[in-house]
Every structure is written in C-alpha cells, then in structure tokens.
C-alpha cells in the first residue's frame, strides 16, 4: 500500500509539472508536436493515475474492512479469552468438586463398612437372643408344666389330707365312744395314739412339703417376672435392630445414588 501512494504522488507531481511547462513555454510546430505526444503521454498517466487511485481507495476499503475485521477479531478473542478464564474456572471449580466428592465417597464408603461390621454384630446378636429366647420359651414351658404337675399333687395331697384329718376325726369320736372301753381297749387305744402320732407326723410333712410348693412357686413367679424382663429387653433390641437395618438400607440406597 505504501508503494501505492508513492506511486500515485510521483504521477501526480509529475503531471502537475508539465501541466506548469504547458502553461509557461511558447507552442512552436515541433513543440506542437512534443505537446501532443505529451499530452497523449498525459492522458495515458492520467488513465494510469486514476486507475492508481481507483486501486488506493479499494485498498483503503479494503484496508478498512481488515481493521474492522481485525477489531472484530480483537473483540472476539476478548470474549474468547473471557469465556476461556470462566471456563477454567468452572473447571477449577469442578476439580475441587470432583475431589470433594472423592472424598464424600471415601467417608462413604468407609461407613457402610463399618454399618456392614455392625449390621454384622446385630444380626449375630439378635440370633444369639432368638436361640437364648427359645431355650427360655422351653424352660418356661418347662417349669410350668412342672409347676401343673406340683399344683395337682399338692391337690392331691390336700385330698389326702382332708381324708385323714377326717379319718383322725372319726377315730376320735370312737375314742369318745368306747371311753367306756378303755381299760379293754387301752392296747388298742396306744395304738390309735400311734396312728395318731404318725398322722400328726405326717401332717407336718404335708406342711413342710406344702411350704416348699409355695416357696416353688415364688420362685416360678420370680423365673416368670425375669422372662418377661428379658422378652422385653429382646423386643427393645429388635426395634433397635429394625431402627439401625431401615438406616443401613436408606444409606445403601443414597450410596447407589
């Protein structure tokens, strides 16, 4: 583009020049002659020049067009290296998320491992209780099969009872009757006294037995009350163990998300 306008200037001054030789020296035949062919040498340079000029102002159009261009160039690459500083932040932004995350699953899965272990312990625990609560369901069946068995027999022994201290009552209703007898019936009557002495003996044997059944039976009740303490320690450490097994599995649920 330079050498454009050098160019062009050069045939401008020239043209001035012999514009200004045209004006000042006088028209002889030769030099008619020399002013024609100067004159078609003018037009020719002044074709050329303004063919010259016609090209620089489309070099400066096109000049203007490129500094547009190179402007809307120097604007794009603003608002390219602006969307490329957000974009490296945003990937700043996404690493220390990633990283973030990273370690969440980390904490994660290190405490579904530990859940595991201890969903691991509860479950051996709680069938540890179920066996121990069966073993103690059979013992309490057991026990209150002896316990039917003990009350029938003391029933029994009641019945015998009654039996004999009616017995004894009869018998002394004969000792009154045959008071009149006595010296006849006095062998007799040492012997009924013998009977009597058993029976007496034996009474105290239905009491004594009779106090072991109650005494049994407080401690039935006793066994009974601790059943029911440990079945419902048991339920208690069931729905600890439903509590922890519904968070294990909201956890795995979340995990998998």
């Given amino acids: 583009m330079t050498s454009v306008k050098k160019n062009y200037e050069a045939l401008k001054q020239r043209q001035?020049?012999?514009?200004?030789v045209q004006n000042c020296s006088p028209r002889s035949?030769?030099?008619?002659?020399?002013?024609?062919?100067?004159?078609?040498?003018?037009?020719?340079?002044?074709?050329?020049?303004?063919?010259?000029?016609?090209?620089?102002?489309?070099v400066e159009?096109?000049?203007?067009?490129l500094q547009a261009e190179k402007q809307a160039l120097k604007t794009q690459l603003k608002q390219l290296e602006t969307?490329?500083?957000?974009?490296?932040?945003?990937?700043?932004?996404?690493?220390?998320?990633?990283v973030s995350l990273q370690e969440q699953n980390t904490t994660l899965q290190t405490q579904n491992a530990k859940l595991q272990v201890e969903n691991s312990t509860i479950n051996s625990q709680s069938t540890s209780l179920m066996n121990q609560n069966?073993?103690?369901?059979?013992?309490?069946s057991a026990l209150e099969n002896e316990n039917e068995s003990i009350i029938k027999e003391r029933e029994d022994l009641k019945s015998l009872y009654d039996s004999l201290v009616k017995d004894h009552e009869k018998l002394e209703?004969?000792?009154e009757r045959q008071a009149a007898e006595y010296e006849s019936l006095i062998s007799?009557?040492?012997?009924?006294?013998s009977v009597h002495k058993n029976l007496e003996m034996e009474h105290k044997d239905l009491e004594d037995r009779y106090n072991q059944l109650l005494k049994q039976k407080v401690q039935l009740e006793e066994l009974e009350k601790v059943l029911k303490a440990e079945q419902e320690k048991m339920v208690q450490q069931n729905?600890?163990?439903?509590?922890?097994?519904?968070?294990?599995?909201?956890?795995?649920e979340e995990n998998d998300r």
């Fill in 16 to 20: 001035e020049e012999e514009k200004m």
């Fill in 29 to 58: 035949g030769e030099e008619s002659h020399s002013i024609n062919k100067w004159e078609r040498e003018s037009q020719e340079t002044t074709r050329e020049l303004l063919k010259v000029k016609d090209r620089l102002i489309e």
């Fill in 61 to 65: 159009r096109n000049n203007a067009t």
């Fill in 83 to 98: 969307q490329n500083n957000n974009l490296q932040a945003q990937i700043l932004a996404l690493q220390r998320q990633t």
């Fill in 134 to 140: 069966a073993q103690l369901l059979i013992q309490q």
């Fill in 173 to 175: 209703q004969l000792h």
């Fill in 188 to 193: 007799k009557h040492g012997n009924l006294k």
């Fill in 239 to 252: 729905k600890k163990h439903e509590i922890v097994a519904a968070e294990y599995k909201k956890l795995c």
